[in-house]
């Protein structure tokens, strides 16, 4: 058995993919994911939408040793370690890309552990999703420290630093938006008004206040730091079901549209929306995504496989790259940017762990 001392060699196949204007591919080779609060009426009809033939993207991924763990939710520590956690296989972990070396750090069987985030000290925080906890795991020792979470709130789903360090998570069937203070290990929980709104992905904007994508809902949620008061904000459409999150340097918000195949900008100064038709088309099902340095728009279409990585230009409006995983994918969750080597990092259903080099 593997234990908090032991390394693994991984192999790494590195894939270069050649960003051409795909076209629109169809989404019809993967059935659409059901969903529970999804509207009964049909979708209308979007027209595909083309992309333009700009830029080139690396995609490379690593191989995660440990077979059918959900590998997800990468994160770059200080030391350029980039931290994963096994969704399924119970355990955080490490990979050295220069190496390809691996190290697993065993939870407890049953934690669940949904989601990531590395300290500038490098400390190591996860979402304990099943097993009702926030843990804090020294990568020196291995020891972890297990912060419970109050009644009602027994599902961490994504954790988020604000700007003093402490942390901002989202809990999906508890519905409701929570703070750890790391300093006190004291714990503020806010319930989200509309039921099953499902809490989801989490930004945190340089005023230190969250950005909730509510999956349940066709709302986005904020909370004012320093009152704990939330305000939600409603989609133009109804059948919306707002993903995840991303922050652009104007102050937007940004948001994929799983249900629907839209991607939309919202505008906080002025509560306004702008949304696009994405290349996939209204079952392309856009999941992850991320923000670059150049204020570009990064999300991978999860409807059909192999999953694609797709860009957007704000300031140009249009869809820039559109990349194929080169394993195909088959979910991707989540993506984080590391702006000092200028990649998207992701977990992929495939059992790996990768990099895409941004132009």
């Not at 591919?25 to 700009?54: G, K, N």
């Not at 939870?107 to 500038?120: C, E, K, R, S, T």
């Not at 938006?177 to 290990?185: E, F, H, K, Y």
Request: hydrophobic letters at 40%; a negative charge; charged letters at 20%.
């Amino acid at each position: 058995m593997l234990t908090n001392t032991d390394v693994v060699k991984g192999v790494s196949g590195l894939l270069a993919v050649a960003l051409v204007a795909m076209g629109c591919e169809s989404s019809a080779s993967r059935p659409s994911p059901a969903l529970a609060d999804e509207s009964a009426e049909s979708l209308p009809a979007i027209e595909m939408v083309a992309v333009t033939d700009r830029d080139t993207v690396a995609i490379e991924e690593w191989p995660v040793p440990w077979e059918s763990t959900r590998p997800r939710d990468p994160f770059v520590g200080p030391d350029g370690r980039v931290w994963f956690v096994g969704q399924t296989g119970d355990y955080v972990a490490a990979l050295e890309p220069s190496l390809g070396v691996f190290q697993r750090f065993p939870l407890d069987d049953g934690a669940g552990p949904h989601n990531v985030i590395v300290a500038a000290d490098g400390t190591i925080w996860y979402a304990g999703n099943k097993a009702g906890h926030i843990g804090r795991l020294d990568p020196s020792t291995g020891e972890i420290v297990k912060i419970a979470m109050p009644d009602g709130a027994g599902d961490p789903h994504t954790l988020m630093f604000d700007p003093v360090g402490d942390i901002w998570f989202t809990v999906q069937h508890g519905n409701a938006i929570g703070r750890l203070a790391i300093g006190t290990g004291d714990v503020d929980i806010v319930p989200v008004p509309t039921p099953g709104a499902r809490p989801y992905g989490i930004v945190v904007d340089p005023g230190g206040r969250p950005w909730v994508a509510e999956f349940g809902s066709n709302k986005l949620a904020t909370i004012d730091p320093s009152g704990l008061t939330l305000r939600e904000f409603e989609l133009p459409r109804q059948g919306a079901r707002p993903r995840r999150l991303a922050l652009t340097s104007d102050g937007a918000v940004w948001y994929v549209d799983y249900a629907e195949g839209f991607l939309g900008r919202f505008e906080p100064d002025t509560n306004s929306f702008l949304e696009w038709a994405i290349p996939g088309g209204r079952n392309a099902r856009p999941y992850a995504m991320a923000s670059d340095d150049r204020d570009r728009l990064w999300f991978v279409e999860t409807g059909a496989i192999p999953n694609r990585l797709i860009g957007f230009d704000p300031h140009s409006e249009q869809f820039i790259a559109a990349a194929k995983i080169p394993s195909g994918g088959h979910v991707v969750r989540h993506i984080v940017f590391h702006a000092a080597t200028r990649a998207l990092w992701f977990g992929t259903d495939t059992n790996t762990v990768a990099r895409a080099m941004v132009p």
